[in-house]
Nanobody, 122 residues
Framework: QVQLVESGGGLVQAGGSLRLSCAAS????????LGWFRQAPGKEREFVAG????????DYVDSVKGRFTISRDNAKNTVYLQMNSLKPEDTAVYYC???????????????WGQGTQVTVSS
């Protein structure tokens, strides 16, 4: 089993930045695909970004391209989401996820964190 714990969420003004972190435990995720999803109030959860096992391939939803950057540190069993130029529509609970498949891009993940709230004020 893989446990995922997100951190770094909070309240920020539009145009600001936040960096989310997600630490994995239970087993090493160095060969896993890792990703970030988000769910806004009244909306379905949506894919935000993914990174393959080596960090050499990344994938983003169109609405965050050029503003968000996903990265990973396999030595620390951690995945990050750097979010710049934040907009009110980025407000959501952000979840990290891990998948044991080497398929990339991946949108169907096996393990999920509990989420961290990101609120962007206008």
């Amino acid at each position: 089993q893989v446990q995922l714990v997100e951190s770094g969420g909070g309240l920020v003004q539009a145009g600001g930045s936040l960096r989310l972190s997600c630490a994995a435990s239970g087993r090493t995720v160095s060969m896993y695909t890792l990703g970030w999803f988000r769910q806004a109030p009244g909306k379905e959860r949506e894919f935000v970004a993914g990174v393959n096992w080596s960090g050499g391939k990344t994938d983003y939803v169109d609405s965050v391209k050029g503003r968000f950057t996903i990265s990973r540190d396999n030595a620390k069993n951690t995945v990050y989401l750097q979010m710049n130029s934040l907009k009110p529509e980025d407000t959501a609970v952000y979840y990290c996820a891990a998948d044991g498949s080497v398929v990339f891009p991946q949108y169907d993940y096996d393990y999920w964190g509990q989420g961290t709230q990101v609120t962007v004020s206008s």
